[in-house]
Nanobody, 130 residues
Framework: QLQLVESGGGLVQPGGSLRLSCAAS????????IAWFRQAPGREREGVSC????????YYPDSVKGRFTISRDNAKNTAYLQMNSLKPEDTAVYFC???????????????????????WGQGAQVTVSS
């Protein structure tokens, strides 16, 4: 069955970096759009990146633009989220999510919505603290 497993979370000091991985199985990974969301305690889940399967175009909200980079390795069925210059406000559980609709992330300009994605991983905790 379809499965998404996040890894790479942990504790990092402000200004540090982490790379999250999302290992996928059970579906044609290369045909799916992939996104990363995050949810901090008491807050709504927020989309922080998206990558299209059509042309590799990406989307980031202003809160992470220039600091986070999403990528995918279709040969390894894995997506990544490189997070640099981390801030305490980046502390959250990070989830990867996928959808068969390739146009969801294609030249995206508006915030991501949870309902647009069909399958989710279990999440990885990222804590930014000194």
């Amino acid at each position: 069955q379809l499965q998404l497993v996040e890894s790479g979370g942990g504790l990092v000091q402000p200004g540090g970096s982490l790379r999250l991985s999302c290992a996928a199985s059970g579906f044609p990974f290369g045909d799916y759009a992939i996104a990363w969301f995050r949810q901090a305690p008491g807050r709504e889940r927020e989309g922080v990146s998206c990558i299209s399967p059509l042309d590799g175009s990406t989307y980031y909200p202003d809160s992470v633009k220039g600091r986070f980079t999403i990528s995918r390795d279709n040969a390894k069925n894995t997506a990544y989220l490189q997070m640099n210059s981390l801030k305490p406000e980046d502390t959250a559980v990070y989830f990867c999510a996928v959808t068969r609709s390739g146009y969801v992330c294609y030249e995206r300009q508006t915030p991501l919505a949870m309902y647009e994605f069909d399958y989710w991983g279990q999440g990885a905790q990222v804590t930014v603290s000194s």
